[in-house]
């Protein structure tokens, strides 16, 4: 059974004025208020790939991501956790370590808590 949790959602519209999102995460990334626990090369890295994500999805829909675009952005998470918990497990099952399959397990899980305070389902 699909829940509206589940359903395909509408594409972004854009919205005039609105910041794009993924430069301000890349920000939060590379902010550091006193030691970090990951090498710079590390940081430089995923943000290149944050960058590159950017850049997708604004080829994809023809507008960054932006707060107020017609989207549910907690679905959207939720989602995306359902996909990455399911990739965790066929990794962990390939015989790698699934500890971070457990963690994915647990973000979907809070995530739908989550929806299910604020939509009752």
């Known amino acids: 059974m699909t829940t509206d949790n589940t359903r395909p959602q509408p594409a972004p519209k854009h919205v005039e004025g609105a910041r794009a999102v993924w430069p301000l995460v890349i920000e939060d990334l590379q ?41 549910d952005h907690l679905a959207d998470a939720y989602q995306e956790a359902l996909d990455m918990a399911v990739y965790l497990k066929a990794w962990a099952l390939e015989g790698n370590d699934p500890s971070y399959y457990r963690r994915a397990l647990t973000c979907v899980l809070e995530l739908r808590a989550l929806l299910l305070e604020r939509d009752g389902r």
Request: proline share 12%.
């Open 31 to 71: 902010y550091r208020p006193g030691p970090w626990p990951v090498p710079r090369e590390l940081e430089e890295a995923v943000a290149a790939d944050m960058k590159a994500r950017d850049d997708f999805g604004r080829a994809k829909y023809g507008t960054p991501l932006q707060v107020g675009n017609g989207r």
